[in-house]
């Protein structure tokens, strides 16, 4: 049911973003929650306090491991908010340590814990790609021309025709499965 509400959103977002005229508007997006029974919801305004702009980058630490030590979050890896994975894949890193701290406490077993970093990586090299792939499709690249401005079109326009691209894109945005082997 979440999948199903976030893709309809995401859906109506595109499609507002796609339309002729003024660029998305807030209020566009306030009439589609709205639209979908969240009454008593309001936005509170305030004054706009400062403006900058934020990098769009990544980085990745290989191995997440140096000795006895665990990298998890930012220590880890920077993914661009685009994606909004930074806190998810943060969250993601510190379950698969407990696990693994909790089970050689219990048993003497180091085997999760020396799997860490290749359990962590496999998520993080998906979340990483997610991320990279929302900047690019959102974001005016800097150089871009005409070519990859009608491609940034091409891609939101087949999330807002397809129900199996619009639901990729809101189970990528609700968060890869955690899975089964500890992480």
Known sequence: MIVYAQTELVKDLIRLQLADGPPLLLSSCEESIHARGADGWRLERGPITAKSVTPMRS???????????????????????????GLDLAVSDVRLPARAFALLERTG???????????????????????????TMLHAQPGGGAF?????????RRIADSPHAATELAALYTGLPLGTDGS
């Open 59 to 85: 980085h990745i630490t290989e191995p997440l491991r140096y000795g006895r030590l665990l990298l998890a979050g930012g220590a880890a890896h920077i993914v661009p908010p685009t994606g909004a994975k």
């Open 109 to 135: 077993s180091e085997q999760l814990r020396d799997h860490y970093s290749q359990l962590c990586l496999e998520r993080v090299w998906q979340a990483t790609r997610f991320s990279f792939d929302m900047t």
């Open 148 to 156: 990859e401005q009608r491609l940034q079109h091409a891609r939101l």
